[in-house]
């Protein structure tokens, strides 16, 4: 059974950083690509960044250049680096999972398509 745990998330000042993990049991990892996605009240929820099971990355331009996200096949555990934060970004924060099989995938895909879904982790930003 596929489980993802996020953590990390926490309160910071506009400009700090936090990085965010997910850690992931029950698959295999280069079977599945992974994406943060992220929802603020109020609002839909919108993806953040997603890795490829080939290691492709994208990111939402909000975030461009200030998030990375990467990813440890070996310990399955999922990363979101972020940095120069602002208050836009406060949000809860939700990694997911998209089995895509031994001949990869994309997650460049709608939330729906995602099948497994870590707990969410809040991330505040004050100004």
């Known amino acids: 059974q596929v489980q993802l745990v996020a953590a990390g998330g926490g309160s910071v000042q506009t400009g700090g950083s936090l990085r965010l993990s997910c850690a992931g049991s029950g698959y295999t990892a280069r079977t599945y690509c992974m994406a943060w996605f992220r929802q603020a009240p109020g609002k839909t929820r919108e993806r953040v960044a997603r890795?490829?099971?080939?290691?492709?990355?994208s990111y939402a331009d909000s975030v461009k250049g200030r998030f990375t996200i990467s990813e440890d096949n070996d310990k399955n555990v999922l990363y979101l680096q972020m940095n120069s934060l602002k208050p836009e970004d406060t949000a809860m924060y939700y990694c997911?999972?998209?089995?895509?099989?031994?001949?990869?995938?994309?997650?460049?895909?709608?939330?729906?398509?995602?099948?497994?879904w870590g707990q969410g982790t809040q991330v505040t930003v004050s100004s």
């Open positions: 997911a999972a998209r089995f895509v099989g031994w001949s990869g995938g994309t997650c460049l895909r709608p939330s729906s398509d995602f099948g497994y």
């Open positions: 890795i490829d099971s080939d290691g492709t990355t």
